[in-house]
């Protein structure tokens, strides 16, 4: 079984970056920026802001974390959030989820402007997306297409399942793997006898958010299988995902790890997306 390195991947990916990044640099007299909220005193969402701090600084680009208290009332993020879009040193916005109960994420997802929304989230961005024009592309799903892309997986003809239809993941996914004409099933918590979709994929994306669901008796042989799910409750408490890796040794033709499978591509993409969005108004 070929083992979908997204590490790997995701290396080459940020080194095609720098020189990029340093043309812009040159042109423009400054660096691609990341602007990156976050709201409250959430543990992990601290780790994650600064290793997405560090991993702008560490290709060339720029990031500012803006912490904001708890208490933060709606429309203080919005101004926030607004005073980011109108910034022109500002090329990407990132509002670090979840935010604490009383501010409302959609209103968030109305007000980042598809100019600079890193994430490719936000209601305008997926319009844009599913319209077929979009600026950036969710950056989840299109780090998969990258992945494939990378290992010579052509996925056009092939009958692919996506599991899970969040705006995040599911549905943005299924989007990309139609653009690259695959035929796509979108497989979800109602669907009844899962497997039995999932045993005639030629490709599943997997991304039901349920530790281990999936194993070798769920795909057919030389099934090429991409595991979404992220979860720190696997054996010893260790990082697993949707699907039970260590079965598909000798059964699957491919399949990425968890961890070092879809994670790293993720930011890999939200820097990506950053690097594309300055480029696009630079050049606008
Ligand atoms: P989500 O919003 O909870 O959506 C989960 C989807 O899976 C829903 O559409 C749900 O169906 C479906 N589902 C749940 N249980 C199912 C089952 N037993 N059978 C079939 N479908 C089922 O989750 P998400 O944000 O899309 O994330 C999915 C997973 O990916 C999570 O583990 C998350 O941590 C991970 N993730 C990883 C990355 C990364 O960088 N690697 C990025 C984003 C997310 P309904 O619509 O019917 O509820």
New binding site residues.
């Given amino acids: 079984m070929l083992v979908l390195d997204g590490k790997e991947v995701s290396n080459q990916v940020r080194s095609s970056l720098v020189p990029r990044i340093a043309a812009f640099k040159t042109k423009n007299g400054r660096a691609p920026h990341l602007a990156v909220i976050i709201v409250g005193e959430d543990a992990a969402s601290q780790v994650y802001v600064r290793n997405k701090k560090a991993s702008c600084e560490k290709i060339g680009m720029t990031s500012t974390i803006h912490a904001l208290r708890t208490d933060t009332t709606q429309e203080e993020l919005t101004e926030m959030i607004q005073t980011l879009n109108n910034d022109a040193d500002v090329d990407g916005i990132l509002v670090q989820f979840p935010l604490p109960k009383h501010l409302s994420s959609d209103e968030v997802l109305k007000t980042v402007s598809p100019l600079k929304d890193a994430d490719g989230l936000t209601y305008s961005s997926l319009g844009y997306f599913f319209a077929g024009s979009p600026l950036v592309k969710p950056c989840?799903p299109q780090g998969v297409m990258t992945i494939l892309k990378h290992y010579n997986i052509n996925v056009e003809g092939m009958n692919a399942v996506v599991?899970?239809?969040?705006n995040?993941?599911?549905k943005p996914m299924a989007m990309l793997l139609s653009e690259a004409n695959a035929t796509v099933t979108i497989?979800?918590?109602?669907?009844k006898n899962?497997s039995q979709f999932t045993r005639n994929a030629d490709l599943v994306v997997v991304?039901?958010?349920?530790a281990q669901?999936l194993g070798k008796e769920d795909f057919k042989k030389d099934a090429i299988v991409v595991d979404?799910?992220?979860?720190g409750s696997g054996q010893g408490g260790k990082l697993c995902g949707?699907v039970r890796f260590s079965e598909l040794q000798g059964w699957a033709k491919a399949a990425t790890p968890v961890p070092g499978g879809?994670?790293p591509m993720?930011i890999t993409t939200l820097l990506e997306n950053t690097c594309l969005l300055a480029e696009k108004r630079a050049n606008s």
Avoid: E, N, P, Q
């Fill in positions: 989840t599991v899970g239809r969040s995040i993941v599911g497989c979800h918590s109602k669907t899962l991304a039901a958010g349920k669901l979404v799910g992220m979860h949707d879809v994670g993720t």
